[in-house]
């Protein structure tokens, strides 16, 4: 399967624990995206990742949460000390380059975090 | 104001009609737009892009685009009940941090 791998799919915390949610692009993208998305709501922007680069951090909440896309290997969300309201699906798209494709992304199925 | 506004519905037109899907977006500046289908309990799969005014079709769907009025819409012919799923319009704005902002998204329901 080559599509847009995330694991895990489901993730159970208990309030102050650490989530780690992964994520691996489609082979040939080098373009991230996570997305957060509450029940009967849209998807909103977190953070924007190439290999090695954050380029657009501006949806992502000051404190707690991090990103990253290293040289090698998925990339990975982090929440710390995770809260009740961190309950939430959290999607990874991927896309090809800016040009172009850019904007067409493929979507894994999403890591959904529930914090007790 | 929100920089892609769509009406939440939700939306129910009969089957064999035309839904019609609207979106605005705030910033001039945006070039790039799509449409993504999102049904119940699962990801998001892009339906249509489109990139200059004017119409594109796909099979039953229509994506229509007016930069003029900041406003992009999806049709979709012969609405089928496998229609039925929420329908997010997102936008891209190519920038030195393009980022790609959705809509909340519209519940469109096909009733037999």
């Known amino acids: 399967n080559a599509g847009v791998m995330q694991n895990p799919r489901h993730l159970v915390r208990r309030r102050g624990q650490e989530a780690r949610l992964r994520c691996s692009p489609m082979?040939?993208?080098?373009?991230v995206y996570w997305y957060r998305q509450l029940p009967e709501e849209g998807l909103k922007f977190m953070v924007y990742?190439?290999?090695?680069?954050?380029?657009?951090e501006s949806g992502m909440p000051k404190e707690r949460f991090s990103a990253e896309f290293p040289k090698e290997g998925p990339s990975i969300l982090r929440i710390q000390q995770v809260v009740r309201g961190d309950s939430a699906a959290y999607f990874c798209a991927s896309s090809m380059d800016r040009s172009g494709s850019a904007g067409e992304l493929f979507f894994g199925e999403g890591s959904r975090l529930t914090v007790l | 104001q929100k920089e892609v506004e769509q009406n939440s519905g939700p939306l129910s037109v009969p089957e064999g009609a035309i839904a019609s899907l609207n979106c605005t977006y705030s910033d001039r500046v945006s070039q790039s737009f799509f449409w993504y289908r999102q049904y119940s309990g699962k990801s998001p799969e892009l339906i249509m892009s489109?990139?200059?005014?004017g119409d594109k079709e796909d099979g039953r769907f229509t994506a229509q685009l007016n930069k003029a009025s900041q406003y992009v819409s999806l049709l979709i012919r012969d609405s089928q009940p496998s229609d039925s799923a929420t329908y997010l319009c997102?936008?891209?704005?190519?920038?030195?941090?393009?980022?790609?902002?959705f809509g909340s998204g519209t519940r469109l329901s096909i009733r037999p």
């Open positions: 997102a936008v891209l704005k190519y920038s030195s941090a393009s980022k790609i902002i």
């Open positions: 990742l190439q290999k090695e680069n954050i380029i657009d």
């Open positions: 489109i990139y200059s005014n």
């Open positions: 082979k040939g993208h080098s373009h």
